[in-house]
């Protein structure tokens, strides 16, 4: 069964997208401001993941997990470093 990610606040879905693209940018990577989604492909390319578009099913999720957990992991301590910074200046 397919999961699927929504923000609980439909309208946050842009600023989710921006933030993906400028910390995935500040990794390294080249994200498309167009489709953010794919900068998952060039993420599994570097870990030596056979990630492509349509059906991924043969992947372990320890494979998925190292592709997710790196984009996900990274834009999390991105929101983290963030809200830190507007508790100081409060």
Request: charged share 25%.
């Amino acid at each position: 069964m397919a999961r699927k990610r929504r923000p609980l606040v439909r309208e946050a879905r842009p600023a989710l997208d921006q933030l993906k693209a400028s910390v995935m940018k500040e990794q390294g990577y080249h994200p498309d401001q167009s489709s953010p989604d794919a900068v998952k492909y060039e993420v599994a390319k570097e870990l030596g993941i056979p990630l492509q578009e349509g059906y991924n099913g043969t992947l372990t999720s320890k494979q998925a997990g190292k592709v997710g957990g790196q984009i996900g992991g990274s834009m999390v301590k991105e929101m983290i470093k963030m809200a830190q910074q507007n508790l100081s200046k409060q």
